[in-house]
């Protein structure tokens, strides 16, 4: 709602993780766009971390305990 009515930085305050994952996405999709154009193999820092199941497991957990957190807050 903050969002819609203009105030970014409220916005902001209320979803920690939202312009973290909108930033790595696009920074993600141009990094293989230009890979693509340039016809070379896509691999980066990035690509090894994400695929560690025990990783994925930890980042979940720390984003539905955030959430979790945020929703007991509001409430």
Known sequence: MAIAQGNLLEALA???FGPLLFASF???AVHIT???VKKRRITAFYCHPVK???LQIIG???LLIYYFLLLYKLS
Do not use: H, P
């Open 34 to 36: 230009l890979k693509l």
């Open 14 to 16: 209320k979803n920690l």
């Open 52 to 54: 560690q199941r025990k």
């Open 26 to 28: 696009v920074i993600v």
């Open 60 to 62: 979940l957990f720390i």
